[in-house]
């Protein structure tokens, strides 16, 4: 698919190998999609690949994890405080609730290797894995394929639909997943990153049933983020202004296209707007609050109240949804926030939320310098998604969100080392 291919071959022009520690990397992302409904021996297969992955790994330790840049140091510093939090305000400590502490754990080494391997020269195989996971996850739900579906009756201003979700994922988060996939075919279907005209119809093919599988989650955040990516990809790897109108312009069109879909959806349309048009200002803030941010407002007031009893450390990455429902005085026993910064800052406190940006910053930063290259562009409109599904999920516990980090993190070191090798004159 003519996916720049020099960056995967070393200098003798053969491809480069993949271990059995890389085989299984691909397989773990692969069975992401399966995370929620796949469990063997009490745990997921998630779990059960990534320790596999993790133990072939340590034969390779140098080419996996060799390499720790001083923003991972500051991820692991976020972790170690929310881990240490999660002791302190745990009043029951078993093996249960220990799993759990650990889960940033595991997820920092999840980022770790998919930087290094990114690094040395697997970087657009990971983004090629990386929408064969969505793209299968979009065929499932497109075609509601799964035993563990929900469904989600919606009746708002007299529309009544389906929100439909496949194999046990959040539809919001599912949407989400998927708007990556839709990017990615777009980028390669309309040929905004270069492609084999042979393939361009398979692309488009692909990102017409993602589209159509977030249609079907009904989820206003999938669409918003995939918006947002769509802009992004204004961005086009095209030298001539001529090319980069002409991109643009058919870019345009497809926009103009799903826009007119999603308005002719009427649940989607109901979700979008605001119930109870004649009402006042006040109660059109109660219904802001209260039903159309299916009560985001009313849980991010919690946390900011909850913030403030403990604003330097937090609570512990685990600990602080205890706090929440706490604060909100609900019946459930844990509460997310619904937002990434605020999940953060409420498990680790403002030490943590520094560490996280500190990291964050960097990965935006590296990521937009490398978005007029070729799969930099994919990489960049995956972190626009992840930044929009951070306004209304805690994507910071989802392992697709940490490999979308990793790719950001690594493509200034790709790039710069790939036009090292192209131009090894200008660095005697």
């Known amino acids: 698919m003519n996916m720049q291919r020099d960056i995967n071959r070393p200098r003798n022009g053969h491809a480069l190998r993949m271990s059995a520690a890389e085989v299984l990397f691909y397989g773990l992302i692969l069975v992401l999609p399966f995370d929620d409904l796949l469990a063997i021996g009490g745990a997921s297969i ?15 330790w140098q080419k996996i994890y060799g390499k720790v840049p001083r923003a991972l140091v500051a991820v692991l510093g976020m972790v170690g405080i929310g881990f240490v939090g999660n002791l302190v305000h745990c009043k029951t400590l078993n093996m249960y609730a220990l ?15 998919c930087y290094n391997l990114a690094v040395n020269g697997r970087f657009e195989r990971i983004v090629g894995i990386m929408y064969a996971a969505t793209l299968m996850l979009a065929v499932f739900q497109s075609f509601e394929v799964g035993e563990n579906m929900r469904i989600f009756e919606s009746a708002l201003e007299g529309e009544v639909g389906e929100r439909v979700s496949v194999l046990g994922t959040d539809p919001n988060y599912l949407a989400m997943v998927i708007a990556m996939g839709v990017l990615y075919g777009l980028a390669r279907g309309l040929n905004l990153v270069k492609t084999h005209l042979r393939y ?48 643009g312009l058919v870019l345009a069109c497809v926009i103009v296209a799903m826009v007119m879909v999603t308005i002719n959806n009427p649940l989607i349309m109901a979700r979008f707007r605001q119930q109870g048009e004649n009402a006042s200002f006040l109660e059109h803030i109660k219904v802001l609050r209260e039903v159309n941010t299916a009560g985001r407002f009313l849980i991010w007031e ?24 706490r604060e909100l005085n609900i019946s459930s026993t844990t ?6 910064f605020l999940s953060v800052l409420l498990g680790a406190g403002i030490t943590g939320l520094l560490c996280f940006m500190y990291f964050y910053v960097r990965a935006f930063k590296n990521s937009w310098s490398c978005r007029m290259q070729e ?26 969100f940490w490999i979308v980090m990793a790719l950001s993190l690594a493509a200034k070191d790709v790039y710069a080392r790939r036009q090292a090798r192209a131009y090894p004159s200008a660095n005697l």
Not at 308 to 322: D, E, N, R
């Open 46 to 60: 998630t779990k059960w690949v990534g320790l596999m992955f993790f133990l072939c790994s340590l034969t390779q």
């Open 99 to 113: 799993n759990e502490f650990c889960r940033p754990i595991f997820l920092w080494v999840l980022l770790l290797a």
């Open 200 to 247: 361009r119809a398979l692309f488009l093919l692909g990102a017409g049933i993602g589209f159509y599988a977030i249609i079907k989650t009904g989820s206003r955040g999938g669409l918003l983020a995939l918006g947002g990516g769509l802009a992004s990809l204004f961005f086009i790897p095209r030298k001539s202004f001529g090319a980069r109108m002409a991109a």
């Open 302 to 325: 919690g946390a900011a109240r909850s913030i403030a009893k403990a604003p330097i450390f937090g609570y512990g990455a685990t600990m602080q949804a205890v706090e929440l429902a």
């Open 335 to 340: 509460r997310v926030t619904h937002n990434m």
């Open 375 to 400: 799969a930099g562009v994919i990489v960049f409109a995956w972190f626009v998604v992840m930044f929009l599904a951070g306004m209304s999920l805690c994507m910071e516990v989802s392992k697709a």
